[in-house]
């Protein structure tokens, strides 16, 4: 951050009677010399010291930005007074220092925020390329159960588990009819052929039914499996997109970097919830409506007089144009 | 019909699929609201004799399985040289006995491109299709037609509109599609734009294709290669600022055998000549502007299409620009899709009574 010389209003800046005066106008002076300040009052600390003190974590902030941070801190106030037409001679030094302060803080939360948002960012970034590889996968996989190169298996054991269980159904339903005729040879023996006629015509019908319902059960498996694949990672994806949103959102606000370029991205994304346009893309959808109403009438009108893509001067001897048909539209 | 209901005045779209489109001369893109995103040649084949189609099993094949089975089969690309899109059949070399045939191939295209978005059975399917800019009404009439049977209704838009609404850049703007075979130009004042503040140039991805092809003639008549060689190179390698990248070939030479060709020069060559009428023509719609908003304008230019993938063409033209007092060139996030992104945009709200007066 630098001074311009030529301004007026810097000469007006009092220097700050506990800190070291701002170096004289200059060429890429700065506004406060942060870095010496930082220099003279901070004190060094050993990293052993600190993890003796029971310190797991620390925050690191570096000198330049700290120097950057506190400059646009005072900048701004001065901007404000500026702005306000004050004169910042007139306004207490004491209200400056309070206010530098407030500015420098809130510039400090929204760095960190900002911070904190890139990296919340580049997680999310990170989860999607893994969430997207992961479904690039299961698609190459799903697409290959579909070609049948996978299949086999999957089918084979569903057919060998199905095929017991119709033998083990045939085996009831013989027991089934053994035992009645045991009890019909006893009780009633002329039934018996009755019986078996019976028993002929039960054992196809209960075979076809099992028949049905295997394939029913192979269709509704597979897709339910498939149904709770996507549904998983569905969940996961909206999850990583809030966070993303939300990540993004907090850089929007942050004063840190440029708002507009932080508004055009949410806008390419499509996040952003202001549309500045709304109004506008009214009017122009009634506009197209309008125009391709148009191009249909006048489309059939120069149908009508013979004039077409492989004619577009229309018929050599041409009659006198077809009046449009009467549309009570 | 889809079931429709009237909730607090407001009326739910369930059993609607809005499609926007961007049939390209070489590629069509399309996307969806139930997500699909596709992109396909614009080429229709039909089987030349019973062989070929016991071997392709279908009566019609269309986009990449087209071009790949190009020889056993009579392919159409319906809107090449601007056919249908914005040429009339002398323009676009298309005989008037073949006419027919190109309608048949861009409704069958159409009737492909939707069927990949997987339209529910009984969806009413309702679509945003770009135009280029110079298409007169008997253009935009064939394209409806070749919508007719496919779409429940279907409104066409101009292609740097559709692009300019899908990026919300409709103030002060100034969009540049590099389509294959145009370039539109088209000025954005936050309204429609008329056709004062449209341009388009023939100067575009085949242009580049077939300038590159003399050119890599020229500079090795030892190699032989083909037009979608050409472009496949251009494809992968293209680029237009001064970048240490070489863009190698291995291409046959007379004798067949496999070859390493350096091309760099001739694609970059070839590349770079689009860019003086781009320059020339955002001059044009500037200098034609309000003269406060010009400055505004050229510093929101707008770069989408196949062909704004060129690798530093957006650092061309802000070069060229500086002439002009400077101007800032932005890529858009996704060339391809841009035009079907913003038709699709423009499907979505357009009210529903709109869509039921254009049916």
């Avoid at chain 1, 306004?91 to 530098?100: D, L, R, T």
């Avoid at chain 1, 569905?234 to 949103?245: S, V």
């Avoid at chain 2, 040429?87 to 191939?105: I, M, S, T, W, Y």
């Avoid at chain 2, 001739?266 to 023509?281: F, H, Y």
Wanted: proline fraction near 5%; hydrophobic fraction near 40%; include cysteine.
């Amino acid at each position: 951050m630098t001074d311009n010389p030529s301004d007026p209003s810097k000469a007006s800046v009092p220097p700050e009677p506990h800190k070291p005066a701002a170096p004289a106008g200059g060429a890429g002076a700065k506004m406060i010399d942060v870095q010496g300040m930082i220099r003279q009052s901070s004190q060094r600390v050993n990293i052993d010291q600190l993890v003796k003190q029971g310190r797991k974590t620390i925050s690191l902030l570096s000198k330049g930005k700290m120097e950057e941070l506190i400059n646009q801190a005072v900048k701004n106030i001065v901007d404000k007074y500026r702005a306000m037409a004050a004169g910042v001679a007139q306004v207490p030094v004491g209200q400056i220092e309070a206010e530098s302060k407030e500015e420098f803080n809130e510039l400090l939360q929204t760095y960190q925020q900002t911070a904190k948002a890139k990296e919340e960012l580049q997680t999310s970034k990170e989860l999607l390329d893994g969430e997207l590889e992961e479904m690039r996968l299961d698609l190459e996989k799903q697409k290959a159960l579909a070609d049948g190169r996978l299949s086999e298996d999957a089918e084979k054991a569903l057919i060998v588990g199905f095929k017991e269980f119709e033998r083990e159904l045939d085996r009831q339903v013989v027991k089934v009819f053994d035992k009645r005729k045991t009890i019909l040879q006893e009780t009633n023996p002329e039934q018996v052929p009755e019986l078996r006629e019976v028993e002929n015509v039960i054992r196809p019908i209960i075979a076809r039914l099992v028949a049905a319902e295997r394939e029913r059960f192979q269709m509704a498996g597979g897709q339910s499996r498939e149904t709770q694949l996507l549904e998983k990672r569905m969940e996961k994806l909206y999850a990583q997109i809030n966070a993303m949103e939300s990540a993004l959102r907090t850089i929007s606000q942050s004063k840190v970097y440029s708002n507009q370029q932080i508004n055009n991205l949410l806008r390419q994304l499509g996040l952003s919830n202001e549309d500045k346009n709304a109004e506008k893309k009214k009017e122009m959808l009634k506009v197209v409506l309008d125009l391709n109403k148009l191009v249909k009438k006048e489309g059939a009108d120069l149908a009508a007089r013979g004039i077409t893509l492989s004619n577009p001067t229309g018929p050599a001897a041409a009659p006198p144009p077809a009046q449009p048909p009467a549309n009570p539209a | 019909m889809a079931p429709e209901a009237e909730i607090a005045g407001r009326t739910t779209k369930e059993g609607v699929l809005y499609i926007g489109m961007d049939l390209g001369c070489y590629k069509t893109s399309v996307a969806a609201t139930n997500g699909t995103r596709e992109v396909t040649q614009s080429i229709v084949g039909w089987p030349k004799d019973p062989v070929s189609r016991k071997m392709l099993g279908k009566d019609i094949v269309f986009g990449d399985e087209a071009v790949k089975h190009r020889l056993a089969l009579d392919t159409i690309r319906p809107f090449e040289k601007g056919a249908l899109k914005y040429a009339d059949n002398a323009e676009a070399g298309v005989k008037p006995e073949r006419l027919a045939k190109f309608k048949e191939a861009a409704k069958e295209l159409v009737k492909h491109v939707v069927q990949l978005c997987r339209p529910p059975k009984g969806t009413l399917v309702y679509g945003v299709i770009g135009s280029p800019a110079r298409a007169s009404i008997l253009n935009k009439q064939a394209l409806m037609d070749a919508c007719k049977g496919t779409f429940e209704a279907v409104m066409i838009v101009s292609e740097p509109f559709a692009v300019a609404y899908g990026t919300n850049t409709l103030e002060d703007a100034l969009i540049v599609d590099i389509g294959a075979g145009t370039t539109d130009l088209c000025r954005m004042h936050g309204a429609i734009p008329t056709e004062e503040d449209q341009i388009t140039s023939g100067k575009a991805g085949d242009y580049i294709d077939n300038m590159a092809m003399d050119l890599i003639a020229k500079a090795h008549p030892m190699a032989q290669f083909t037009i979608n060689m050409v472009r496949d190179a251009k494809e992968r390698g293209s680029f237009v600022n001064d970048v240490n990248d070489k863009a190698m070939v291995k291409w046959p030479n007379k004798e067949g055998k496999p070859t390493d060709f350096d091309i760099t020069m001739q694609l970059k060559e070839a590349c770079s000549a689009i860019v003086p009428d781009i320059v020339a023509g955002l001059r044009k719609l500037v200098s034609s502007y309000d003269a406060e908003f010009q400055k505004r304008m050229l510093q929101n230019v707008i770069l989408a299409g196949g062909g704004s993938q060129l690798r530093g063409l957006d650092r061309l033209i802000e070069k060229d620009l500086e002439q002009y007092g400077g101007g800032k060139v932005t890529r858009v996030h996704e060339p391809v899709f841009a035009g079907a992104n913003g038709a699709l945009k423009l499907a979505a709200d357009m009210p529903e009574d709109y869509w039921k007066e254009v049916k």
